[in-house]
């Protein structure tokens, strides 16, 4: 998995039978840091993440282990809401102070 | 998933049994400010995509989670046309003004 | 899927005994403009395809999903030979032009 | 597989319902000679890895081939960790020699 | 598949249950001209492959679909040793003159 910050939605009327209802958040990946990298992920939430929030991610066929993506052409998913990373010894994010 | 613009089509009489029917597009990889980043993917069109159009494709196994692409040797697939993307707050593709 | 040039040919005598009898060809990954990325992949052929040909590869899972890939431990697989690119409204590969 | 070092935990209390109960750590990749590449993944932990720790991690569908992570929305999972490693005839790491 | 040269060994003696009995290999892995691009995979040895062998490996879920890995955390495995390779018509790779 890796960490990404949900940084905005998209729209898609026309798509895959299979695909209505799911929502699918833009997310800028992270580094351990909290910096972005560059790079981003359009990602199905399984999770109920909101705008800002730091999420952790899935990619290939794990995104479909979810009741909600299960079978479905999907190869991005957030599967968990982040409160607390530490990293040799020191808290680099704690959602309660950011938020 | 990740965001592409229909670039072309792709021609191929001799190709796998199971393949036939398929159409192929050429897509060019799209960054979350909707430039192009220089990479491409051959994807297989799940959703009647045209020329020009933004969105969004998913790759790997996921690939073969539609109808068309079951089973078939295929490792990516346009699963939806892209209607409007809001990143930072912000609209950054909106559909209905590009065309 | 990707684009590669059939480049070569690989012999390898001792190998997982589910493989034998699978044909290995060396590709040159190929840009949309026809130009050698400097990648390479070795995939196994599913379509008969010659020396110097363009082609179509699938990777990853999808490389099983034919005949003579099914459930063998190959993760890259020629599944189309291309006769016509179309990028831009310019055709950028006509296979009858150049053989 | 790669080789990363255990840099820290990562706690989330929303979570995809089947993930409970799974421990993420975090991971800095390692390259062959012991160096951090500048990478790292969350994983989850099969194994019992503590702190500092250099293991191996598989990443894809085979981090769901564990009973800990069996069909849940996983993508990279801990699965050894390294006692010795000796690449070109030189002892390269020795865990019995770090701690 | 990628080539890779058997570089080293790795021991894991605390590893998940179904992995033991399973050899671990470590690879540099090599261009098409034979030199190291500087990566590595630890991968899982199926055919009996010795240090300083060209072999020819398989990553993600291929890598489970040898006797010896079936259904194991494993993403990545060596299943054949190279022979010969010939790239452009010329022989770049050839065992017998090696050894």
Same mark, same amino acid.
């Given at each position: 998995m890796l960490l990404g910050k949900v940084a905005g939605t998209l729209v898609?009327?026309?798509?895959?039978?299979?695909?209505?209802g799911?929502?699918?958040?833009?997310?800028?990946?992270? $580094?351990?840091? #909290?910096?972005?990298? +560059?790079?981003?992920?359009?990602?199905? $939430?399984?999770? #109920?993440?909101?705008? +800002?929030?730091v999420v952790l991610y899935a990619t290939g066929s794990a995104a479909r282990q979810t009741?909600?993506?299960?079978e479905r052409p999907c190869d991005g998913v957030?599967?968990?809401?982040?409160?607390l990373i530490e990293v040799d010894g020191a808290v680099t994010y704690d959602k309660s102070e950011v938020s």
């Open positions: 898609a009327s026309r798509k895959e039978a299979s695909l209505s799911l929502k699918f958040l833009v997310l800028k990946q992270l $580094d351990l840091e #909290g910096n972005e990298t +560059g790079g981003y992920r359009v990602a199905a $939430d399984a999770v #109920g993440a909101g705008i +800002g929030e009741e909600m993506t299960h957030i599967m968990a809401i982040v409160d």
